[in-house]
């Protein structure tokens, strides 16, 4: 089976497009995986020759406080369950909100190699335009833009090594 790397954050922060990025296309593989559950999309991806599964986590997203609160702690559980490597995708434009702190408490207690990114950041980003990131407890953030891809490069190339 391929190594699985989740994207794991709040609705709106940019996961479905970076997954479009990343992978070669964009239509999820609808897959016989014993386990997958119907609210995250499996796809193929490959960088620099290693071949990957990446999950798009939080596909449906639920009205009403408390089960929005629910599944993302759902997911980020599930995330740090089932992945080889967790993508943390945050906000730039935002900054960091309680549901952040919450997934990221989760995350610290994963066993699992966690990158943080910090999407939006659509101008040549600048470590200094995401130093409130660090509060967050996962080490170095990574500024990407999903939709322009700066930054994804450099983050993949780390993320495969740990593949
Ligand atoms: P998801 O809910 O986490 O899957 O987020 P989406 O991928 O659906 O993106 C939510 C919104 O953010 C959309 O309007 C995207 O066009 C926008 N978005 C995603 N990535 C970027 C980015 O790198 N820069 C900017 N400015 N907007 C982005
Ligand atoms: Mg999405």
């Keep these: 089976a391929l190594p699985i790397v989740a994207i794991v954050g709040r609705p709106n922060v940019g996961k ?6 990343i992978a070669q296309t964009s239509e999820a593989i609808v897959h016989e995986m014993r386990g997958v559950t119907r609210d995250r999309s499996y796809h193929k991806a490959d960088w620099n020759g290693v071949e990957f599964m ?18 993302i702690r ?24 309680t549901d952040d702190e919450e997934v990221a408490r989760i995350l610290q207690k994963a066993k699992k190699s966690v990158f943080l990114a910090v999407n939006k950041m659509d101008n ?35 993320v495969v090594a740990e593949l």
């Design 16 to 21: 479905s497009t970076l997954v479009n990025r």
């Design 124 to 158: 040549p980003a600048r470590m200094d335009e995401v130093w409130e990131f660090y509060a967050l407890g996962l080490g170095d953030p990574w500024p990407v833009s999903a939709q322009h891809g700066n930054g994804t490069g450099d983050l993949l190339d780390e």
């Design 54 to 71: 990446l999950i798009d986590t939080g596909g449906i997203e639920m009205g009403g406080d408390d089960a929005f609160q629910g599944s």
């Design 74 to 97: 759902s997911q980020a559980f599930e995330g740090a369950r089932e992945a080889d490597v967790i993508i943390f995708l945050v906000d730039g434009k935002t900054g960091i909100n």
